[in-house]
T-cell receptor
Framework: DAGITQSPRHKVTETGTPVTLRCHQT?????MYWYRQDPGHGLRLIHY???????DKGEVSDGYSVSRSKTEDFLLTLESATSSQTSVYFC???????????FGPGTRLTVT | KNQVEQSPQSLIILEGKNCTLQ??????????LRWYKQDTGRGPVSLTI?????NTKSNGRYTATLDADTKQSSLHITASQLSDSASYIC????????????FGQGTTLQVKP
């Protein structure tokens, strides 16, 4: 998985609770991305980062926030989890020079 | 609207047989097209990436083709193995500042012994 780890790998939480997912990379890549994957949909971009403290919204950003205080870490926060946010979340990284995006192993989040 | 559509949704073949997966897209302006393989419970892994000027690219037993005029791509798998059982995702990148990726829903391939 190209030096990308995600934590936790599985989480069950209750509606209304805050949740933070972590993506950690050892590749020193500039770009980092958060996607969600749901049945019947392709992967959809939530937020991305193009450098430390530089982030922007993707197509499904409502209800999510992100932070990147170090090159190697990109955090995804659900301020108040809802059942519609039950999904598998993938982090990806890119160096911005090639077309490659490398994906992490994913985090399965269940909101009850 | 930028879209990527894949067919079939699912496919079952016998080990050793060949198969072809299809991808049609309406992304504009086009930058590149990628095929990813996603094993169950894992993240997607890149198989091939093709730009506008490339019409075929191989990676071992995987051969991807691109027809930029008809906006179609195919992924051909030769002499399938049990380990080819996975979801195959077609992804098209738009030629924008952010290089936005548009993902297809994937084709689930099952290879049976």
């Amino acid at each position: 998985d190209a030096g990308i780890t995600q934590s936790p790998r599985h989480k069950v939480t209750e509606t209304g609770t805050p949740v933070t997912l972590r993506c950690h990379q050892t590749e020193n890549h500039r770009y980092m991305y958060w996607y969600r994957q749901d049945p019947g949909h392709g992967l959809r971009l939530i937020h991305y980062s193009y450098g430390v403290k530089d982030t922007d919204k993707g197509e499904v950003s409502d209800g999510y926030s992100v932070s990147r205080s170090k090159t190697e870490d990109f955090l995804l926060t659900l301020e108040s989890a809802t059942s519609s946010q039950t999904s598998v979340y993938f982090c990806a990284i890119s160096d911005g020079h090639s077309y490659e995006q490398y994906f992490g192993p994913g985090t399965r989040l269940t909101v009850t | 609207k930028n879209q990527v559509e894949q067919s079939p949704q699912s496919l079952i073949i016998l080990e050793g047989k060949n198969c072809t997966l299809q991808c049609n897209y309406t992304v504009s302006p086009f930058s590149n097209l990628r095929w990813y393989k996603q094993d169950t419970g894992r993240g997607p892994v890149s198989l091939t990436i093709m730009t506008f000027s490339e019409n075929t690219k191989s990676n071992g037993r995987y051969t991807a083709t691109l027809d930029a005029d008809t906006k179609q791509s195919s992924l051909h798998i030769t002499a399938s193995q049990l380990s080819d059982s996975a979801s195959y995702i077609c992804v098209v990148s738009a030629r924008t500042n952010t290089g936005k990726l548009i993902f297809g829903q994937g084709t689930t391939l099952q290879v049976k012994p």
